[in-house]
């Protein structure tokens, strides 16, 4: 029973081609995240949501958009894939935004060919 | 402009020894303070945190000091275990947001 499971764990796809990754969190927490770690290893945050509600929107590119059906579900949808979006993305959720103790996911290995 | 810093990349000790990694930051609003481990192929994993109103906080083998004149914070892992090899991220909250440094890779050499 994974607290954060996030899907699929790899995708390699072509560029152009529209993905989504999914992710579910089965801890009651009220704020998901979506991270995204570069070739550099930098984790950089991406999106927040804090009960269905968008709270952080971080420069990203509008090819990226996430959709919260409720406050257990956090999916990144991304349309036209470059090849500079491979990367490894991650979700997280903790119950208070911002108070650490965020429980994040295995990560979704992205491949853009 | 990156607000967290890990200038070592990485950091070979002996299994026993006293492992210390260190992070700096230039947010003078952080109020928050935390250590993620991470193995490869999985994702970051709480390890210990510290408020900014302390300067101490100590959970088992893991001690995070905290430095707020100097923006400074390292975690010490003392006895080393080479099950602790592993990249180790400082990260740091302001309001809703989370910032993490680049990480630092930890090997505990047998």
């Known amino acids: 029973d994974t607290a954060v499971s996030q899907t699929p764990k790899y995708l390699v796809t072509q560029m152009g081609n529209d993905k989504s990754i999914k992710c579910e969190q089965n801890l009651g927490h009220d704020t998901m995240y979506w991270y995204k770690q570069d070739s550099k290893k930098f984790l950089k945050i991406m999106f927040s949501?804090?009960?269905?509600?968008?709270?952080i929107n971080e420069t990203v590119p509008n090819r990226f958009s996430p959709k919260s059906p409720d406050k257990a579900h956090l999916n990144l949808h991304i349309n036209s894939l470059e090849l500079g979006d491979s990367a490894v993305y991650f979700c997280a959720s903790s119950q208070a935004a911002g108070r650490g103790g965020y429980t994040f996911g295995s990560g979704t290995r992205l491949t853009v060919v | 402009d990156q607000q967290v810093k890990q200038n070592s990349p990485s950091l070979s000790v002996q299994e026993g020894r006293i492992s210390i990694l260190n992070c700096d930051y230039t947010?003078?609003?952080?109020?928050?303070f935390l250590w993620y481990k991470k193995y490869p192929a999985e994702g970051p994993t709480f390890l210990i945190s510290?408020?900014?109103?302390?300067d101490k906080n100590e959970d088992g083998r893991f001690t995070v000091f905290l430095n707020k004149s100097a923006k400074h914070l390292s975690l010490h892992i003392v006895p080393s275990q080479p099950g602790d090899s592993a990249v180790y991220f400082c990260?740091?909250?302001?309001?809703?947001?989370?910032?993490f440094g680049e990480g630092t890779q930890l090997t505990v050499n047998p």
């Open positions: 949501y804090n009960n269905k509600e968008l709270i």
């Open positions: 510290i408020s900014s109103i302390k």
């Open positions: 947010n003078s609003m952080f109020d928050y």
């Open positions: 990260a740091a909250t302001s309001g809703s947001r989370l910032t």
